[in-house]
């Protein structure tokens, strides 16, 4: 995923462990911009955002159950923006077609496909939640793939 900041002004919130490895999340102007794996980059400068901290980690505890967009800081075109918000409405432990969330923004299931793709805050803003026809698991792009997509479900009680 890239990064929606400078790298020379990169600021980050890091979590040390989740059940899905490290991550670590970006901020920009205060708000949540992005969420990744792994550790941040050398040279990153860390900024206490508790609400990003306490949102990742109700996650886990299964007690964050929609997000508020309004609460984030993503980059990406309006398109984009309209997709991504169209994410943090499908609850927790349910699942849309790409050809239904693309019903819902009044696009077409390819289009979304690619925001959906290009989505900078992975399980706060719920791509996993979207599978394809038939409910069949599709792509997702944070390590491990569709492994990482089913666990996130399973996680959410949803049986794939």
Same mark, same amino acid.
């Given at each position: 995923?890239?990064?929606?900041?400078?790298?020379?002004? +990169?600021?980050?919130?890091?979590?040390?462990?989740?059940?899905? $490895?490290?991550?670590? $999340?970006?901020?920009?102007?205060?708000?949540?911009?992005?969420?990744?794996? $792994?550790? &941040?980059p050398?040279?990153?400068?860390?900024?206490?955002?508790?609400?990003?901290?306490?949102?990742?980690?109700?996650?886990?505890?299964?007690s964050?159950?929609?997000?508020?967009?309004?609460?984030?800081?993503?980059?990406?075109?309006?398109?984009?923006?309209?997709?991504?918000?169209? +994410?943090?409405?499908?609850?927790?432990?349910?699942?849309?077609?790409?050809?239904?969330?693309?019903?819902?923004?009044?696009?077409? &299931?390819?289009?979304?496909?690619?925001?959906?793709?290009?989505?900078? +805050?992975?399980? +706060?803003?719920?791509?996993?939640?979207?599978?394809?026809?038939?409910?069949?698991?599709?792509?997702?792009?944070?390590?491990?793939?569709?492994?990482?997509k089913?666990?996130?479900?399973?996680?959410? $009680?949803?049986?794939?």
């Open positions: 995923m890239a990064m929606t900041s400078k790298p020379d002004a +990169l600021q980050v919130v890091y979590w040390a462990a989740t059940p899905l $490895g490290e991550m670590w $999340g970006e901020v920009a102007d205060g708000r949540l911009a992005g969420l990744h794996w $792994g550790r &941040p050398a040279g990153a400068r860390v900024q206490a955002l508790p609400v990003a901290s306490v949102m990742l980690n109700s996650y886990f505890k299964k964050l159950h929609l997000t508020d967009y309004k609460s984030f800081n993503m980059t990406g075109t309006p398109f984009r923006q309209r997709v991504w918000k169209a +994410l943090c409405d499908i609850p927790f432990g349910q699942t849309i077609s790409y050809g239904e969330l693309a019903a819902r923004v009044k696009s077409s &299931p390819r289009a979304v496909g690619g925001a959906v793709g290009a989505n900078p +805050l992975p399980i +706060l803003v719920p791509c996993h939640r979207v599978v394809g026809k038939n409910g069949s698991l599709t792509g997702f792009s944070a390590p491990g793939g569709l492994e990482t089913r666990w996130l479900l399973r996680h959410e $009680g949803v049986t794939v």
